[in-house]
């Protein structure tokens, strides 16, 4: 029976230990205590750790140094070699090697691991690092919160109820737990923190505070300079242009901060020698008081979290019974003395770099069999998720994408929420039902993380009634998102597909603007009023435009057209703006204009043409939503209203509720196509009506401005 083992999988170093006789033990690995987070890859071999480690300063381009910070990134690739290493890839040799170190000092096969990952880690980066154990060839028991496990390693066995903040600054991120702890239950209340924030920040405030010296001794601009510094994740924008002296001369400034940092964590000075760097030399002393300037704010950032995660767990410090440091950058004094004026005194383990695995190691030994040469502890987590999960929904009276949040941040895990919906379904096609997800607090969806496109296929068709489906969203233990879906009727699962998010994601910034819909981008220009007047609808959606005028040139976005009005451009100015680019919506009445300007194109029949109430749900196909009911049409049996230059853009389905019968299919195109409609009478038109003419209208807006609010729109608010 093998042991399952605790692995901290660090952003600079990674450590494995296991509880073994009645306490937890780092494992050993090359002789260390730590494993250095670095891979290099030779033309005959791969590198891991400290040789890694080493060869990564002289080759950076052949290393792979921090993974940590890419991981479930979705896009971060290394080419080196002739091969392509992803960050779960990276991830996955790292934890190999502590697999192999682990086997090598308990002399069996290791196969089990619990797996530590930041608090504030998203879906997709504890998806990942799940990903990169599997791939090591590990089950990975659990994902463990790296706060709950230090709190674990500290709070285990000291045998009173207390309540816990751990205050974790790594290299790359930050986050602050509390916990309830009653014997061995250890119970999250709360977490917060900040992605983004870390020792490698206070490096780069160093970096650029040298840097204004290099300034100031060479009178030289070091805009281009200064640019290669961007911040993790984000491409540098001067890279192209810097020449290596410039990298080399980044690398060193980048070395000596992180070396100054150090040891002002101990020394009240200390200096920064770098011969021959940029055109000069520096030979400087930094105090500490230069250096707790610098750091001030960043620092100041991470006690406006531990305020706000008190007063989201209803606490005060006072409620505080101990503060656990835990990360290499807690040895920064600016933190320490700041911590302890917000809260009290920190505690600091003896181990501080080996508390995380040795908290995963005792969690592991929970887990383990009671057959194993140790005392299996018997320890309850309770964590929760460190982020809302919601929905990208489009909100008609704004006309805007929210985030509609189902389960709310800070909220026990495992959980679900079940939210109902119903479709419009059809004969003949996948009927599916899709959901943007999203990570994030704000109501602003670009200013949340999208996890991805979730596409529930297999809605069973139901003739003249909506489908109902439920989505059952939640998060699981480790606080990984889940989701299914099912009919509600025939209680039939539905398949899921997680769509991959496109590269292009600029629209979600646009969509969540209300002003997306800004008319001030738009001209619109639209005929006098006359039998069809689209003109109050415009008024109504509070869009201004122009009145069309004899002999006006058709510049605009949209032309509104209606063929009753007094004056109308001729045949051959409609032709001339379509084939340009121009978009033209055509009221009921333009068919035989449009042949006019397009003979032969359009197919009509105005034979049979009358008018007519039918009771019928308008459906968008796209949105799978019911944007109209019981519709007045001027409507031809033989033919279908739908006309399209060039092909069509998304759909409008008008669906008879008492048949199921497909009744037309309306299309708003884009540039250089036309959009028809048959409404009859637009001025005396009833409230469903009118908010559909105003929806389809919204909607070849927004297909003339480029945003696709059909990609967004997934959620049904019913
Ligand atoms: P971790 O991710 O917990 O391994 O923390 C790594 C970060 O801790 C890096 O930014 C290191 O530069 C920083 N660090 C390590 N030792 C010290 C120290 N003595 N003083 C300040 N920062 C440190």
Known sequence: MAYPIGIDLGTTNCVAAVWQRGQAVTIPVDGQGTLP???????????????????????????????????????????????????????????????????????????EAVITVPAYFNNNQKRDTKLAGEAAGFEVLQLLPEPTAAAIQYGLDKGKNQTLLVYDLGGGTFDVSILEVKENDFNVVAVDGDFHLGGDDFDLLLVDHLIGLIEEQTKEDMGLFRSLFGRKGKKKKGSETATREMLLARQRLKEAAEIAKIELSQADRTCVSLPNILGTSLDEEITIDTYNRLIEPMVARTIEKIREVLASARLTSDDIDRVILVGGSTRNRLVKEQVTKAVKEPWTSEHVDEAVAQGAAIVAGSMAAPDLDMTPVEININNVTP???????????????????IIHKNRPVPCEEARPYELQTAAGRDNKLEAYMLQGESENPAECLVIGKYIFTGVSHTPGALAKVEIQYGYDKNGIITAAAREQSTGKALELHVEALPDDMTWLDEISRGGSF??????????????????????????????????????????????LASTHPSAEAIRDYVSDGGCLYASCCAARDLDDAFPGAIEFDHSGCRSET???????????????????????????????????????????????KDVMVMV?????????????????????????????????????????????????RT
């Not at 060869?55 to 070699?81: C, H, L, N, Y």
């Not at 392509?84 to 991830?91: G, I, Q, R």
């Not at 609808?537 to 949209?558: A, K, M, N, W």
């Not at 927004?702 to 945003?707: P, R, T």
């Open 37 to 111: 987070s670095a891979i290099s890859v030779r033309s005959d071999g791969i590198l891991i750790g400290q040789p890694a480690k080493g060869r990564a300063q002289i080759a950076p381009a052949s290393s792979v140094t921090s993974v940590k910070r890419f991981i479930g990134d979705g896009k971060t690739k290394w080419e080196i070699e002739g091969k392509t290493y992803t960050p779960v890839d990276v991830s996955a040799m790292l934890l190999g090697r502590l697999k192999e170190a682990a086997e090598a000092h308990l002399g069996e096969a290791i196969t």
């Open 668 to 716: 708003p195109f884009g540039k250089g196509h036309i959009f028809y409609t048959c409404f009859h009478h637009h001025e005396d038109l009833s409230k469903d009506e009118k908010s559909l003419l105003q929806f389809l209208v919204m909607k070849q807006i927004s297909v003339v401005s480029g945003i696709p609010i059909e990609a967004v729109s997934s959620e049904i």
């Open 387 to 405: 982020f809302s999960l919601g929905v990208c929904s489009y909100e008609k009276e704004s006309t805007r994408c929210i985030n509609s949040i």
């Open 614 to 660: 039918i009771q019928a749900d308008v459906i968008d196909m796209d949105l799978t939503k019911t944007v109209g009911k019981n519709l007045r049409i001027q409507y031809n049996t033989a033919a279908c209203y739908t006309v399209s230059l060039q092909g069509p853009g998304s759909k409008v389905l008008l669906r008879e509720a008492a048949t199921g």
């Open 518 to 563: 800004d008319p001030s981008n738009l001209k619109l220009i639209v005929t006098p009023p006359g039998y069809d007047d689209v003109g109050s609808v415009l008024t109504s959606l509070q869009l201004p435009f122009i009145v069309y005028t004899e002999r006006q040139p058709l510049d605009c976005d949209i032309f509104f057209w209606n063929c």
